[in-house]
């Protein structure tokens, strides 16, 4: 359990730069979850179809992106959510012409992505 509330703002918070800046990212974690915020430019190649073990919400909060979950296709826009179960291969990439804001909560926590949430170490002990 975090020993103290944890207050931040997003633009303070340190960003991982990824294939040259197609995508930054950074994230906050909670006890049984880990939270990244994507930012992630138009026109980048679209990951290759993966899955990991755990649930993800993707809430889009900017721009627009589309998501595959094993050929089943989602436009998710700003305001809107989708529910990836754990263990589906999918991938996603930005429709249009703007940057899209993509917030996605993994649970339980991916220790994978532990390092984006090192600025919260001294929260946790």
Known sequence: MPSRA???VLDALPRESVDGGVLTRTAIRGDD???TI??????HEEQPYHSHPFDQIAFVF??????DL????FIVGAGEVLQIPAS???TARV???KVA???DVFAPVRADYLYLAEHQADAFG
């Not at 994507?38 to 026109?43: D, I």
């Not at 900017?62 to 998501?67: C, I, K, P, S």
Request: hydrophobic share 40%; with cysteine.
């Open 33 to 35: 979850c880990l939270i």
């Open 101 to 103: 804001l993509n917030i």
């Open 88 to 90: 589906v291969p999918h």
């Open 38 to 43: 994507n930012w992630l430019q138009p026109h």
């Open 6 to 8: 944890i207050h931040s």
């Open 70 to 73: 094993d050929g089943q296709l």
């Open 95 to 97: 429709v249009g012409d």
């Open 62 to 67: 900017e721009g627009a992106m589309e998501f």
